[in-house]
């Protein structure tokens, strides 16, 4: 039983950064998997970063050294941090949570990043 609420969305320019945030809400943090998803209008949803509950990390290739996926157990967030962000940026963003013992599965109902000039 996990919520997930995002926000930090907005317009922000070519070169620009802009932080998400993903709270959650309904369990505590155990053993678990955290990651960002986008989808862009008519495209699939792809997988962007994600944390594990010890703190290892991964991205996608396409923003690597621009993005970074950090997480605050005081108050059960996560967040994404982006910089230098371009117009394929543009999507909305979802927050996903999987429990590893069970294997259950949340999501959030997005927050809207668009780039533009």
């Known amino acids: 039983q996990v919520r997930l609420v995002e926000s930090g969305g907005g317009l922000v320019q070519p070169g620009g950064s802009l932080r998400l945030a993903c709270t959650s809400s309904?369990?505590?943090?155990?053993?678990?998997?955290m990651s960002w998803h986008r989808q862009a209008p008519g495209k699939q949803r792809e997988l962007v970063a994600t944390?594990?509950?010890?703190?290892?990390?991964t991205y996608t290739d396409s923003v690597k050294g621009r993005f970074t996926i950090s997480k605050d157990n005081t108050d059960s967030t996560i967040w994404l941090q982006s910089s230098d962000l371009k117009p394929e940026d543009t999507a909305v963003y979802y927050c996903?949570?999987?429990?590893?013992?069970?294997?259950?599965?949340?999501w959030g109902q997005g927050t809207q990043v668009t780039v533009s000039p």
């Open positions: 996903h949570f999987r429990e590893l013992k069970t294997l259950r599965d949340f």
């Open positions: 309904g369990s505590t943090f155990g053993m678990f998997l």
């Open positions: 944390i594990h509950y010890t703190g290892t990390t």
